[in-house]
């Protein structure tokens, strides 16, 4: 991993050495170096750059200060709606990446005995174009695919570079984060997400959704000033989890079970004649269906399958009833439903079947549907786009509620393991650690013949890949605008903030365009990211220079109103009923479905979840979030109190946690705010990337553990279909 030119190296004659040299300059050096340029502001040329944050797909606008060109502080931007002045805690760690000394910091390309060497730009882009090539003859544009994380550049360029090729293969990380959620939204509401009107809602329902840990910050300042005005709060979550401090309840649950919470809710508002009957009759379809169904869904029913008591499904059915329509069930994003268990696309129709009885879509209090901006057309002489491809996207035909933003990129995997699958491109996504079963991955992406991971750091997706092009970190690139919806419409950029600290990264649009250039497809690319983002943003009436300069500007007010939405749906309503779930071989109606995999007595759920520090996989190696974690124990598995008695464990002990797929020891953190039976793990750790030292082998991934699977219809992971047994070591 070593570049011809260190961080060291770089920083030689930069004004920032004589503080670096006076602090040892240690790993965690910008902390340190920060407490001495302090001292000696004036001394370094002060100047403020406008971003977004790439800790998570929040991508929060930022103002970043630096000090005679290092990075000194960064800011939340005030205007943009989801940082509202402030970023989270790991926004701030995932900045120190640009410094890391375990960056990628020059192309590699893997040997035949696994270990990898540098190489020079221009070698790895001939000899990727050649595969690529050699792919394309042999069999076809199909057999090429691309996997990632949408940046706001990445979306355009991988697109267009996989649309060149002939192939239609793009998929994001959804199927391992929202895409069932996103999935059963689409067949009720006609859209993706919904928000709640926190301001004036009076009580709101979050299953497993945890602003306090899955962190977005304007969400958990949303929670805090509803907790302020009195709004009740129930949490449902066999976890007490952090939101715990805002909350007036938490209902302890079976993991993978809030079906039947919610279709327990379900049926007493329409055995109660509790429901809305005027937004059912004129704005929905296929009620009478749905009500014959319910029935069966009584509290004694739900309370069998989920574990919450019948009176508390009751009462909190009557409590939303009453105070609707300013009350509705949050939408979620991952962790119950987003894509963890058979159910999850039921799941989420359920939820939006709630918010329906209570007449609460587009209602002041209730849940919202927005709308989002996007550029326009431009001119296609000077931009010219790719043919469309003629084969459909791998996995559309087996998985087709997947959204289609989204696709499954679990087919890929899918693909790869058949044979079918050829080359594959991950770009800004680590799939192998983080989006199924890794041994799984690690096999599949073995039986193809190319495999590129664009990355700034060695992750355990790079690790099995080809080649390996190091991207130069968010702060040093400028990268297309990022149009923002909601009540308000914002379109925000990333300017370059930092000179490019190691010379041989580069920024993904000249990747991709060098990338097309060597597969023989550079005519689509004739353009430069300024003149593209230019185009974009003149037609919404924004200059480039007057975005660069502030980082967001407001686009013209969409004029929200409260009021009952016009559905995107196939009938323009609400759909307790949709025949593409039918023709999909589901149940057209919301209805039950258990969950895939029930412990077996003596064996335990296990469920996941974020930790406000840490990002996905992505932070865990970046020195100030690692040494955080083993400061704090943050890696420990929970437990409760009552099984860690029966167990004979202690808190810290070690424990040894095993699937069908695969064992790990881990330090316990015995608690009583877990549900008896189930054990939740933290999900940013168990690295297996010798290059990420700090990360590497530290506490345990919980992806390792869970059976490779795909949920019907959708195709996402089932990221918590897996029993496991739990024993404590002995000393
Ligand atoms: N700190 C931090 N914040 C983040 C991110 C991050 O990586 N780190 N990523 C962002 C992204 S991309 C996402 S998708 C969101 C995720 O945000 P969330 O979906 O809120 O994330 P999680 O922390 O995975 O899960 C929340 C809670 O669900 C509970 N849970 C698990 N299984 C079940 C179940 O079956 N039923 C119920 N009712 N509860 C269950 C867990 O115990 C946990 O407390 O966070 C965003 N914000
Ligand atoms: N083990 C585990 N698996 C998970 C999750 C988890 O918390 N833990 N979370 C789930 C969820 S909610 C989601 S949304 C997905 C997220 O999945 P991903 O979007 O794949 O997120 P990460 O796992 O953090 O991996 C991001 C990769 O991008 C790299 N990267 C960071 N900055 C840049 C950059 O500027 N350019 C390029 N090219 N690469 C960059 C990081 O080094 C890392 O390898 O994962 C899901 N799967
Ligand atoms: S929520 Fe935090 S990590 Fe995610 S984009 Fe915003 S500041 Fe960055
Ligand atoms: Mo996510």
Not at 39 to 61: D, P, T, V
Not at 80 to 93: D, E, F, L, Q, V
Not at 453 to 479: F, G, K, N
Request: glycine share 10%.
């Amino acid at each position: 991993m070593n570049s011809s030119v260190t961080r060291r190296t770089f920083l030689k004659g930069s004004a920032a050495t004589a503080a670096l040299a006076a602090t040892g300059a240690g790993v965690c050096s910008l902390g340190a170096w920060q407490a001495e340029v302090a001292h000696a502001e004036g001394s370094y040329e002060r100047k403020e750059g406008a971003s977004l944050c790439n800790g998570c797909s929040s991508k929060c606008g930022l103002v970043a200060t630096t000090l005679g060109g290092q990075l000194f502080t960064l800011r939340g931007s005030d205007v943009h709606p989801y940082a509202k002045g402030t970023i989270c805690g790991r926004g701030h760690g995932v900045a120190q990446i640009a410094y890391s000394d375990e960056r990628l910091t020059q192309p590699m390309r893997r040997a035949a005995d696994g270990s990898f060497e540098a190489i020079d730009w221009d070698t790895a882009f001939s000899e990727i174009g050649a595969k690529v090539k050699d792919i394309l003859a042999k069999n076809g544009p199909e057999a090429l695919a691309i996997v990632q994380d949408p940046r706001p550049s990445g979306k355009e360029y991988s697109k267009r570079f996989i649309n060149a090729l002939g192939s239609a293969n793009i998929y994001t990380h959804g199927a391992a984060c929202n895409s069932s959620k996103e999935a059963g939204f689409a067949q009720t509401i006609g859209t993706g997400n919904f928000s709640v009107d926190f301001g004036n809602s009076k009580m709101v329902v979050f299953i497993g959704r945890s602003y306090g840990d899955g962190i977005r910050p304007s969400s958990v300042q949303s929670l805090a000033a509803a907790a302020d005005k009195g709004t009740r709060i129930v949490i449902v979550d066999p976890r007490l989890n952090n939101s715990g401090i805002f909350a007036t309840d938490w209902v302890s649950i079976k993991p993978g079970t809030d079906l039947a919470f919610l279709l327990g809710i379900c049926n007493v508002l329409i055995e109660e004649d509790l429901y809305d009957h005027e937004f059912v009759e004129q704005n929905a379809v296929g009620f009478d269906e749905f009500a014959a169904q319910a029935k069966e869904y009584t509290p004694a029913w739900a309370e069998q399958q989920c574990g919450v008591p019948a009176a508390t499904i009751e009462e909190i059915a009557r409590a939303l009833a009453k105070a609707a329509p300013a009350a509705a069930v949050e939408a979620s994003w991952r962790a119950a439903f987003g894509c963890a268990h058979q159910n999850s696309f039921d799941t989420a129709r359920a939820v939006t079947a709630v918010n329906a009885l209570l007449g609460s879509w587009g209602a002041k209090g209730g849940a919202l549907l927005t709308s989002s901006p996007k550029a326009g057309d431009i001119d296609k002489q000077k931009f010219p786009s790719a043919p469309k491809p003629e084969a459909k996207r791998v996995g559309d035909k087996e998985y087709p509620l997947a959204p289609s933003g989204m696709g499954s990129n679990l087919a890929v995997l899918q693909a790869a393991l058949d044979g079918a699958m050829k080359g594959v491109f991950f770009y800004n996504s680590n799939a192998v650690q983080g989006y199924a079963q890794p041994k799984v991955w690690r096999e599949g992406l073995e039986k193809t013949d190319l495999v590129v991971t664009i990355d700034v750091q060695m992750s355990e997706t790079a690790l099995a890949s080809d080649y390996v092009l190091p991207e130069c970190t968010y702060l040093e690139r400028m990268e297309l605008p990022e149009f923002i919806g909601g009540k308000k419409h914002y379109v925000a950029m990333r300017t370059q903030v930092l000179e490019p600290i190691h010379p041989e990264t580069k920024p993904c649009d000249e990747i991709f365009a060098g990338l097309a250039e060597a597969c023989g497809v550079g005519e689509y690319f004739p353009f430069t990211v300024e003149e593209l983002a230019a185009a974009q943003l003149e037609t919404v009436g924004v200059s480039l220079d007057e975005l660069k300069e502030k980082g967001i500007v407001e686009l013209p007010d969409p004029g929200f109103e409260y009021k009952t939405p016009k559905f995107k749906t196939p009938t323009e309503k609400f759909q307790f009923s949709s025949e593409a779930v039918g023709e999909a071989g589901l149940n057209p109606v919301i209805g039950w479905m258990p969950r895939l995999v029930e412990p077996k007595q003596g064996e335990f759920y296990l469920v996941g979840g974020k930790q406000g520090i840490h990002s996905h996989t992505m932070t865990q190696n970046v020195a100030t979030m690692n040494a955080i974690s083993r400061e704090y124990g943050l890696e420990r598995a929970w437990i409760s109190a009552q099984d860690a008695a029966d167990l004979g464990i202690a808190d810290g002990d070690m424990i040894e946690i095993a699937s069908s797929e695969h064992t790990g020891q881990v330090a316990a953190r015995v608690t009583q705010r877990m549900r008896p039976g189930v054990v939740f793990l933290p999900t940013h750790y168990g690295g297996s990337s010798p290059y990420q030292s700090r990360a590497y082998e530290f506490g345990l991934n919980m992806t390792d553990f869970v059976p490779f699977h795909m949920e019907p219809g959708t195709g996402a992971t089932m990221s918590q279909e897996v029993a496991v047994t739990v024993r404590k070591v002995e000393a």
